[in-house]
C-alpha cells in the first residue's frame, strides 16, 4: 500500500507507516450528543470511515470513534428541556448513530462514552499532578502550558505571544491565561464524580486523551477531526498526553477535513441556516449525501447547496444508469479489485475527485462497449469502486424505478423536482405545473418555502 496523507503537524503529505507491522490504530474526535448532527459535523463521520475502508485492505484496524456525553452544552440542554442528561445523550447517540448509517457510516470498532471513563481521566490527571505539569487551585485542576515547550507546535501558535496578546478576563486562579481545565467542580444539580480535588466533572479535552490511551495505548496511528479542532482541542490532547506519557508522541499523523458552507455562508445558528442530516434524509437519499460530502477532496473547503445535492445525485444517475440490466456473476463480483488507478488517487491523501473521475471513465467504457463479458468485467470494477467508496449499493432498478413496494423513488422524485426549478427559472410554468401534477398522481405532494421545495408522500 502506498498511502500518503497530508498531516498538520508537520504541515506536510507523507508517507504513511504505521508504528506496528500489519495494524493500525486510529481516533476520531465523534459527537457531544445533545443536538441533531448537522451536514458538517457529518463530513469526519463519512471522510474517516473512507479512509477506514481503505486501510482495511491492508491492515488490521482498530477504529475508535467516542461519544462526548458530559459536556456543559449538555447540561445547559437538559436545563432547557426539563429531560434529564441520561436521557438526553441516549437519544441522541441513537439519533447520531442512526443518521451516519444512513450515510453508509460502518460503525467504529469502539465507540468509547466519556461518562464511562471517568476514572481514567482521574488517573491520568493525578499523573500530570504528580509530575508537576498540573496544579490544583480552587476545586480546578488545570493544566499548566508553561511547563511544556512544545505547545502551539500543532496550531503553529506560539504560546509566549499568545499569553502576551491574552485580552480576555482570566480567572484568578490561573497561572497563566493559555492554562485549560483538566477537571472543574460540580454544584449539586450537575453531573459530577467524586475525585482528589472534590466533586467534580472532567474536562473536554482530558476525554479523548484519557480514551485514546485506554483503547489505543500511549502512542497512535491517526489522530483524525474537523479543522476547528486542531486547537485548542487537539493541541492540549497532545499537551496532556506526551506529559503523561513522559513524553512519548501521541499521535504519528494528524487529519483534518476542511470546513463545509452553507451557500457560501459559514454555518450558524445565529444565521438560522443549520442544515441537518435528519431533515435531509427525509428527502434525499442517504447515498446521494455521501456522495455529495466525498465530491471534493477531504482537506478543501466544500461548500453545500442543491447544486451540491444535485450534482451529486446526477453523478449516481449515470454511474446505476452504465450499471443497469448487466447481471455480474457472485464469483466475478467476488474476485473483482477496484483499478490501480483508482486506489492509487485514494492512496493520494484521499484524493476523492480523482477516484471519482476514474470511476466515471469505466462508465462511459461500459457504455461504448457491446462485448458482453468486457461490459460484466466493467460493471463488476465499478461495483468495486462503489463498495470502497460506501455507494453504488443498491439494485439499480429499483435506483430509477423506486422502491420495492413499486413507489416512485427519492431519485427520480429529485431529478423531477430539479426539472421543475428549471423550468420555473425560464418561466416555463406550463411544465413546472404538469411536473407537479405528475408527482401528485404518483402520490407525491410538493410545498414550495423559501429554502426550497420540500416533499413528502401522501
Ligand atoms: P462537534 O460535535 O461540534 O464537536 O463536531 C463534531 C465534528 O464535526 C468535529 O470533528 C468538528 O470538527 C466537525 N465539524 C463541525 N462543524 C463542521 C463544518 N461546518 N464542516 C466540517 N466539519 C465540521
Ligand atoms: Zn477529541
Redesign the pocket.
Known amino acids: 500500500m502506498s498511502l500518503h496523507l497530508h498531516d498538520t503537524l508537520t504541515g506536510k503529505k507523507v508517507p504513511f507507516e504505521p508504528l506496528r507491522d500489519g495494524e493500525v490504530t486510529m481516533y476520531l474526535?465523534g459527537?457531544?450528543v445533545y443536538n441533531y448532527a448537522?451536514i458538517?459535523?457529518a463530513?469526519?463521520a463519512v471522510v474517516f470511515d473512507l479512509l477506514a475502508r481503505l486501510l482495511r485492505r491492508h491492515y488490521r484496524l482498530k477504529f475508535v470513534r467516542n461519544i462526548t456525553d458530559v459536556d456543559d452544552k449538555i447540561n445547559a440542554a437538559s436545563l432547557e428541556t426539563g429531560k434529564p442528561i441520561g436521557e438526553i445523550t441516549a437519544r441522541f447517540t441513537k439519533i447520531y448513530n442512526d443518521d451516519m448509517a444512513a450515510l453508509g457510516v460502518a460503525p467504529p470498532d469502539v465507540e468509547p462514552r466519556a461518562t464511562e471513563h471517568v476514572e481514567e481521566m482521574i488517573a491520568m490527571i493525578a499523573t500530570l499532578i504528580d509530575k508537576a505539569y498540573a496544579y490544583e487551585a480552587e476545586g480546578h485542576v488545570l493544566f499548566d502550558v508553561q511547563k511544556y515547550p512544545d505547545y502551539g507546535d500543532l496550531s503553529k501558535r506560539d504560546v509566549r505571544e499568545m499569553i502576551a496578546g491574552a485580552r480576555v478576563e482570566v480567572a484568578p486562579y490561573k497561572r497563566s491565561p493559555q492554562d485549560f481545565v483538566l477537571w472543574k467542580p460540580s454544584t449539586p444539580e450537575l453531573p459530577g464524580w467524586d475525585s482528589p480535588w472534590g466533586r467534580g466533572r472532567p474536562g473536554w479535552h482530558i476525554e479523548c486523551s484519557a480514551m485514546a490511551e485506554k483503547h489505543l495505548g500511549e502512542t497512535i496511528d491517526i489522530h483524525a477531526?474537523?479543522?476547528?479542532?486542531v486547537f485548542p482541542h487537539h493541541e492540549n490532547e497532545i499537551a496532556q498526553s506526551r506529559c503523561a506519557h513522559g513524553g512519548a508522541p501521541f499521535a504519528r499523523y494528524w487529519l483534518h477535513?476542511?470546513?463545509?458552507s452553507i451557500d457560501h455562508e459559514k454555518?450558524s445558528k445565529s444565521l438560522g441556516n443549520v442544515v441537518l442530516v435528519h431533515d435531509l434524509l427525509e428527502t434525499i437519499p442517504g447515498e446521494v449525501i455521501r456522495l455529495a460530502l466525498l465530491s471534493a477532496q477531504y482537506r478543501q473547503p466544500l461548500d453545500w447547496s442543491d447544486e451540491t445535492i444535485d450534482a451529486a445525485r446526477k453523478m449516481l444517475d449515470r454511474l446505476y444508469g452504465a450499471l443497469r440490466g448487466i447481471a455480474v456473476p457472485d464469483e466475478l463480483r467476488r474476485e473483482t479489485e477496484p483499478p490501480a488507478e483508482f486506489i492509487d488517487a485514494l492512496e493520494d491523501d484521499l484524493n476523492t475527485p480523482m477516484a471519482l473521475s476514474k470511476l466515471f471513465g469505466l462508465a462511459r467504457a461500459l457504455n461504448r462497449s457491446d462485448e458482453p463479458s468486457e461490459r460484466r468485467e466493467l460493471a463488476a470494477q465499478m461495483l468495486a469502486c462503489g463498495d470502497l467508496l460506501g455507494v453504488l449499493g443498491a439494485d439499480p432498478e429499483s435506483w430509477f424505478a423506486g422502491d420495492a413496494d413499486g413507489e416512485i423513488s427519492a431519485a427520480e422524485i429529485g431529478a423531477l423536482l430539479a426539472d421543475r426549478d428549471a423550468a420555473r427559472a425560464a418561466k416555463n410554468f406550463d411544465i413546472a405545473d404538469a411536473i407537479r401534477e405528475r408527482l401528485a398522481a404518483d402520490g407525491v405532494q410538493i410545498e414550495d418555502g423559501p429554502s426550497g421545495t420540500t416533499w413528502r408522500r401522501i
Not at 225 to 229: E, K, N, R, S, V
Request: charged share 10%.
Open positions: 474526535c459527537p457531544t448537522h458538517g459535523n463530513r469526519p477531526g474537523g479543522q476547528d479542532l477535513n476542511g470546513f463545509l454555518m
